[in-house]
Each structure stands twice: as structure tokens, then as C-alpha cells.
């Protein structure tokens, strides 16, 4: 995926910079505008700022970047493609930047792999794919577009020389494109090819996002015997109505037991198709069966396939890709997160916009009904400076300050437990029909409740007048307790309070309360906040920037702002130091 994304002038509404449109959002509504900012797009960054560029998250030295491709492992190197503009600070002159990690934390950037430079690509070399063929020979599928219409066609790149353990330079063979859309595909919707895999039958498939008839979500399926000629298959491997366009999909198996990741496509295991939703801005996901026999896949009966259903996170987290890693045997996907600062004028005047998020080791969780994401361990390299805190009671109002770390650049793990859940707030049935971040945005960390909220008051000023809030609320439902995850970032910076985009962004955590016990992980990383919740079960990442709160200005607390008390059980707390990457 690749889209002319930019920002508009000063809208009235809050305004996120997403991939492809200028999207406006409020109450799960969005509007979208094809601007591009063709007077910016190729204006070189003269001077990059620091202020709130991150520490171990990954970026460039300079410019603007997108969606993640073809992460791969290969002779012992992880590989990581992106898109890129090496011109300018807002979306355009797209090209496949490169790096190279051996570790997936500290970076070699290498020169661009793929740009356009055929007619087959000469209007855009966009979002793809990995797979690595018998005989350990990696090849790229990705989006080429053709034309000033965006008519889009499927390519291949294969490396120039095998033996360059980073794989440094790609061709494009002349044979490309290899797969070209019939007349009933939409052609200006028509990309960002999957990693392949082979049925028992020995054909190669993959999959490509599309829409039919404005609304219907689409995973379009190829075949091939050799991985040159391709077949489109006579069923999409699934589609669903209401969804809209769909974008960078992803389609795995799953053990039933265990972490482990898989690379074996048996009718045996469960599957995770996820698709990055034009309409929203969100990734969703659904869990079910793939018919290996009509190459179909089924969600489970209880996976919600619409706008409703999982996400695999629920704040600014877009155009996801995921690999199989065997060195680790693990499943890996990797995200990226778009500026929501303010207009594309500053973007250009700082120099740098979009990071890639820390990337998760992703697993099914025991229940079969969702997955489970955290941070890849080798992060866990960066950590230094470190506190603890435990048995600390909180009561109503009360707030504890971690000490002794750099809280603008911190990872930190929290327990929480209570005594009671006899203080729950009833949960309004009217909320059902809403989405989580409405019921965060309705009941914020400053609103006093039973159960919570509590959490970590993030890349907070002193007395609070910035912070980014992270915490739960627990409510009684009929049947059961909901407990609800936010990440608030409406009091994140005391500057652009009218224009900036500060989202209640939130999901609910399906967990036992059995044991009365909440836990949390927040990695904050100057203008991120990337938090997992019971264990990864739910992920909310933020883009915040605060105008006081930075560099050895910015504090950390535990809070807690309900009538019910809650114990720090334990509270381990790191400085991270920064990712070396060598520009």
C-alpha cells in the first residue's frame, strides 16, 4: 500500500494524517480527501528536529515514511523495506528504502531496493511482500502503478547477488508485471500482494486486497505452479459487505497451543486474516478455518467480521505486515505509526514524519478467540536504569511519581490489584452500540468512577497539566465485567488544543477477573506510547507532543481515580537507551 497522504489545511475538526487520505474522524466517522501537497512533497529537509523524535523506535534520518514491507529473515540478517520519500517530508516520490538488523532493534540503512524505474512501476513502487522459495532464494512481490489513472499491477524483484548477506541491490526482471487485473477487478484498487504459500496441491498462492461495488471488502486469491504465471482463483479467499476497501492484508496459521509461530498452511490449524481498513483507518482481524480443498476461508462463528470485530490495535497502528521468523520460531508483525501532530507544513518545517512501531511477537491466545502481541524480547537489550515499586496502596485521587528513570524514554511493566469489584460502574447498555474509544472519551481519566480509572499518567508535567493518561475501567454488564483500556490523549500537550488530533483511543480487554489483578506495559518513547494490556491481549499505541513534558522535563505516575483503592503490586521500570542506527 501507498497513498498520496497528507494533510489539509486547518480544518475543523481534528485532523490524522493517514496513509492514503486526509481522514477526519469523530464518533468512527471518516471523510476523506485525495490532496496531495505536490508543493511539498520534494522540499529536502534543510534541518531535522529532535523534539520528539523517538529514541528505539524506527526511523530515518530524515523525510517522510510509511507502511512496512517484505519484513523477512534471511541468512541470519532480518530484513526490513519500507516506503519512503527521500525528497521531502509528506507523502510522494515513493521509493522501497532498505535496512538491515541483525538483532530487529539496531539498523543498517542501505541504499533504496526498489524505485520506479520501468514501465511496468514508472508511477509507483508500492506496498509487498516477501516469500522465500525452495532452495532459499528470497523474492519481493509488490504494487507497481502503471499510469496517471493508478491503474495497479502486481511485480516481482529478485536480489542481484545472493551472496551479499544484506542483499543490497534488487532487479526487476522484464517479464514483469506478472499479474494484471481482468475486467472485474477494480484496478485503482488492486494492491499490496501477500507472502506466498503452497497448498499441498504444490501451487503457490497469494492474496491481494480490492473492493467491489464501493462497500465490499475483498482478499482476492492468485494461483501458480512456478511463481510466474498466475491464476486468479473463482472465489475471493473471503470477502465481506460494509468493510470498504481493503489494504494490506495478512493471512497465517496459528498453533492452538503454546507461542510458537507456524509456517505450514494445514487445514488443521486455525488461521488470522487481517486487513488494514481503508474506511477507518483500523486493522482489523477475524479468526477461522481455511478450506485448503475450495480455498476458502471461514471465520470462527463467534469471530465479528465487520467493523466491529478485533483489532489488532486500537489507536494510530496501520498497514501492518507480518513474517515468520525461524530463528526464533515466532511469528513477527510490525506496524506503522503516523504522525497526528498537526499540518504538513510543520511535518515539512521538522524535517521527519512516521515511525515503524516496535515490532510484536504475535500468538493465539488459549482461548482461540483472539491474538496476543508484545514487544519482541531483544528490546529488552535496551533497558538500563531501573526501579521497582511494590504494595503501594492508592486511594482515591492519589497519584505515586516513578523515580530514578528518563520517563520521557522508559518501558514500563505494572501490576495492579484490588480488593473488590463490588464498585464496578454499571455498564449503559447504550454502549453497546458504540465504539470503545466513544465509552473512553465519555468517561476519561479525570472522570471519577468506582473501579478505576487507573493506570499510568504518561510524559506527564508535574502537577498534570500534560499528561497522556493509560488505564482501566472496570464496569458490571449483566452477565459479566467489562473492563475497558485507554489511552487519552486529550490533555497530551497544552499547544494546538483547538486543531490537534488528541484521540480517546480505547478497546475492551476480555480477561478473568478471578484474581482481581490488571497488568500493563507501556512503552514510551518521546511522542509515542505504545501500551499492551493483560499481557498484550489488548494494544493501544499513541502519537502525542507535549509542549512541557519532554526530554528531562517529562514525569511518570501511578494513579488512581476511584473510590475503590488499588495496590501496585509490582512495578518494574526501565530508561531505555537509544537503537543505534547507522544512516
Same mark, same amino acid.
Given at each position: 500500500?501507498?497513498?498520496?497522504?497528507? /494533510?489539509?489545511? &486547518?480544518?475543523?475538526?481534528?485532523?490524522?494524517?493517514?496513509?492514503?487520505?486526509?481522514?477526519?474522524?469523530?464518533?468512527?466517522?471518516?471523510?476523506?480527501?485525495?490532496?496531495?501537497?505536490?508543493? *511539498?512533497?520534494?522540499?529536502?529537509?534543510?534541518?531535522?528536529?529532535?523534539?520528539?523524535?523517538?529514541?528505539?523506535?524506527?526511523?530515518?534520518?530524515?523525510?517522510?515514511?510509511?507502511?512496512?514491507?517484505?519484513?523477512?529473515?534471511?541468512?541470519?540478517?532480518?530484513?526490513?523495506?519500507?516506503?519512503?520519500?527521500?525528497? !521531502?517530508?509528506?507523502?510522494?516520490?515513493?521509493?522501497?528504502?532498505?535496512? +538491515?538488523?541483525?538483532?530487529?532493534?539496531?539498523?543498517?540503512?542501505?541504499?533504496?531496493?526498489?524505485?520506479?524505474?520501468?514501465?511496468?512501476?514508472?508511477?509507483?513502487?508500492?506496498?509487498?511482500?516477501?516469500?522465500?522459495?525452495?532452495?532459499?532464494?528470497?523474492?519481493?512481490?509488490?504494487?507497481?502503478?502503471?499510469?496517471?489513472?493508478?491503474?495497479?499491477?502486481?511485480?516481482?524483484?529478485?536480489?542481484?547477488?545472493?551472496?551479499?548477506?544484506?542483499?543490497?541491490?534488487?532487479?526487476?526482471?522484464?517479464?514483469?508485471?506478472?499479474?494484471?487485473?481482468?475486467?472485474?477487478?477494480?484496478?485503482?484498487?488492486?494492491?499490496?500482494?501477500?507472502?506466498?504459500?503452497?497448498?499441498?496441491?504444490?501451487?503457490?498462492?497469494?492474496?491481494?486486497?480490492?473492493?467491489?461495488?464501493?462497500?465490499?471488502?475483498?482478499?482476492?486469491?492468485?494461483?501458480?505452479?512456478?511463481?510466474?504465471?498466475?491464476?486468479?482463483?473463482?472465489?475471493?479467499?473471503?470477502?465481506?459487505?460494509?468493510?470498504?476497501?481493503?489494504?494490506?492484508?495478512?493471512?497465517?496459521?496459528?498453533?492452538?497451543?503454546?507461542?510458537?509461530?507456524?509456517?505450514?498452511?494445514?487445514?488443521?490449524?486455525?488461521?488470522?486474516?487481517?486487513?488494514?481498513? =481503508?474506511?477507518?483507518?483500523?486493522?482489523?482481524?477475524?479468526?477461522? /478455518?481455511?478450506?485448503?480443498?475450495?480455498?476458502?476461508?471461514?471465520? =470462527?462463528?463467534?469471530?465479528?467480521?465487520?467493523?466491529?470485530?478485533?483489532?489488532?490495535?486500537?489507536?494510530?497502528?496501520?498497514?501492518?505486515?507480518?513474517?515468520?521468523?525461524?530463528?526464533?520460531?515466532?511469528?513477527?508483525?510490525?506496524?506503522?505509526?503516523?504522525?497526528?501532530?498537526?499540518?504538513?507544513?510543520?511535518?515539512?518545517?521538522?524535517?521527519?514524519? !512516521?515511525?515503524?512501531?516496535?515490532?510484536?511477537?504475535?500468538?493465539?491466545?488459549?482461548?482461540?478467540?483472539?491474538?496476543?502481541?508484545?514487544?519482541?524480547?531483544?528490546?529488552?537489550?535496551?533497558?538500563?536504569?531501573?526501579?521497582?515499586?511494590?504494595?503501594?496502596?492508592?486511594?482515591?485521587?492519589?497519584?505515586?511519581?516513578?523515580?530514578?528513570?528518563?520517563?520521557?524514554?522508559?518501558?514500563?511493566?505494572?501490576?495492579?490489584?484490588?480488593?473488590?469489584?463490588?464498585?464496578?460502574?454499571?455498564?449503559?447498555?447504550?454502549?453497546?452500540?458504540?465504539?470503545?474509544?466513544?465509552?473512553?472519551?465519555?468517561?476519561?481519566? =479525570?472522570?471519577?468512577?468506582?473501579?478505576?480509572?487507573?493506570?499510568?499518567?504518561?510524559?506527564?508535567?508535574?502537577?498534570?497539566?500534560?499528561?497522556?493518561?493509560?488505564?482501566?475501567? +472496570?464496569?458490571?454488564?449483566?452477565?459479566?465485567?467489562?473492563?475497558?483500556?485507554?489511552?487519552?490523549?486529550? &490533555?497530551?500537550?497544552? /499547544?494546538?488544543?483547538?486543531?490537534?488530533?488528541?484521540?480517546?483511543?480505547?478497546?475492551?480487554?476480555?480477561?478473568?477477573?478471578?484474581?482481581?489483578?490488571?497488568?500493563?506495559?507501556?512503552?514510551?518513547?518521546?511522542? +509515542?506510547?505504545?501500551?499492551?494490556?493483560?499481557?498484550?491481549?489488548?494494544?493501544?499505541?499513541?502519537? +502525542?507532543?507535549?509542549?512541557?513534558?519532554?526530554?528531562?522535563?517529562?514525569? *511518570?505516575?501511578?494513579?488512581?481515580?476511584?473510590?475503590?483503592?488499588?495496590?501496585?503490586?509490582?512495578?518494574?521500570?526501565?530508561?531505555?537507551?537509544?537503537?543505534?542506527?547507522?544512516?
Amino acid at each position: 500500500m501507498d497513498y498520496s497522504s497528507n /494533510k489539509s489545511s &486547518r480544518w475543523a475538526l481534528p485532523v490524522i494524517l493517514v496513509c492514503f487520505f486526509v481522514i477526519l474522524l469523530s464518533n468512527n466517522v471518516v471523510f476523506a480527501s485525495h490532496k496531495v501537497f505536490i508543493h *511539498l512533497q520534494s522540499q529536502n529537509a534543510v534541518n531535522v528536529h529532535t523534539v520528539h523524535r523517538t529514541g528505539y523506535h524506527f526511523q530515518p534520518e530524515k523525510h517522510w515514511i510509511n507502511d512496512p514491507n517484505a519484513p523477512m529473515y534471511f541468512n541470519g540478517v532480518y530484513h526490513l523495506f519500507y516506503q519512503y520519500n527521500p525528497n !521531502g517530508s509528506v507523502w510522494g516520490n515513493i521509493v522501497w528504502a532498505h535496512s +538491515v538488523s541483525k538483532d530487529l532493534i539496531n539498523w543498517i540503512n542501505l541504499e533504496p531496493a526498489i524505485y520506479p524505474s520501468k514501465p511496468f512501476d514508472q508511477f509507483g513502487t508500492w506496498s509487498g511482500s516477501a516469500t522465500i522459495l525452495p532452495g532459499n532464494k528470497p523474492v519481493i512481490l509488490y504494487t507497481g502503478i502503471i499510469d496517471a489513472n493508478q491503474t495497479q499491477v502486481q511485480n516481482y524483484a529478485i536480489p542481484a547477488n545472493l551472496s551479499d548477506p544484506y542483499l543490497r541491490e534488487w532487479i526487476k526482471p522484464d517479464n514483469n508485471p506478472l499479474i494484471i487485473a481482468d475486467e472485474s477487478i477494480n484496478k485503482t484498487k488492486f494492491r499490496d500482494p501477500t507472502t506466498a504459500w503452497m497448498g499441498k496441491d504444490g501451487h503457490w498462492r497469494i492474496v491481494m486486497g480490492s473492493l467491489r461495488k464501493h462497500s465490499r471488502g475483498l482478499a482476492i486469491m492468485y494461483r501458480s505452479k512456478d511463481f510466474m504465471k498466475w491464476v486468479k482463483a473463482k472465489h475471493p479467499l473471503h470477502s465481506t459487505n460494509g468493510t470498504g476497501n481493503w489494504e494490506c492484508p495478512d493471512f497465517y496459521p496459528v498453533s492452538s497451543k503454546g507461542t510458537d509461530g507456524l509456517d505450514q498452511y494445514g487445514e488443521e490449524h486455525k488461521y488470522v486474516l487481517k486487513n488494514s481498513m =481503508d474506511l477507518t483507518r483500523f486493522e482489523y482481524y477475524t479468526l477461522g /478455518k481455511y478450506d485448503t480443498k475450495k480455498d476458502r476461508y471461514v471465520p =470462527d462463528p463467534d469471530s465479528v467480521d465487520s467493523l466491529k470485530g478485533l483489532r489488532l490495535d486500537y489507536g494510530n497502528f496501520y498497514a501492518s505486515k507480518s513474517f515468520y521468523d525461524p530463528s526464533k520460531n515466532r511469528r513477527v508483525i510490525w506496524g506503522w505509526s503516523n504522525e497526528s501532530d498537526i499540518f504538513p507544513e510543520d511535518d515539512n518545517a521538522k524535517g521527519w514524519a !512516521g515511525i515503524q512501531l516496535i515490532p510484536r511477537k504475535v500468538w493465539l491466545d488459549p482461548s482461540g478467540k483472539q491474538l496476543v502481541q508484545w514487544p519482541v524480547e531483544e528490546l529488552e537489550t535496551l533497558r538500563t536504569q531501573k526501579v521497582q515499586l511494590s504494595n503501594k496502596k492508592m486511594n482515591n485521587g492519589e497519584k505515586i511519581e516513578v523515580t530514578g528513570i528518563t520517563p520521557a524514554q522508559a518501558d514500563v511493566e505494572v501490576t495492579f490489584s484490588f480488593a473488590s469489584l463490588d464498585k464496578a460502574e454499571s455498564f449503559d447498555p447504550k454502549w453497546n452500540d458504540m465504539y470503545a474509544q466513544d465509552v473512553c472519551g465519555l468517561k476519561g481519566a =479525570d472522570v471519577q468512577g468506582g473501579l478505576g480509572p487507573f493506570g499510568l499518567a504518561t510524559l506527564a508535567t508535574e502537577n498534570l497539566e500534560e499528561n497522556t493518561p493509560v488505564f482501566f475501567r +472496570v464496569f458490571k454488564a449483566q452477565q459479566n465485567y467489562k473492563v475497558l483500556l485507554c489511552s487519552d490523549a486529550k &490533555r497530551s500537550t497544552l /499547544k494546538f488544543n483547538e486543531t490537534m488530533y488528541k484521540a480517546s483511543f480505547a478497546g475492551f480487554v476480555d480477561v478473568d477477573l478471578a484474581d482481581k489483578k490488571l497488568s500493563l506495559r507501556s512503552l514510551i518513547d518521546n511522542s +509515542v506510547i505504545e501500551t499492551f494490556g493483560a499481557g498484550g491481549k489488548t494494544c493501544i499505541t499513541s502519537r +502525542v507532543y507535549p509542549t512541557l513534558a519532554i526530554n528531562d522535563e517529562a514525569h *511518570l505516575f501511578a494513579f488512581n481515580n476511584g473510590t475503590e483503592p488499588i495496590t501496585i503490586e509490582s512495578l518494574d521500570a526501565w530508561s531505555m537507551g537509544k537503537a543505534k542506527i547507522q544512516y
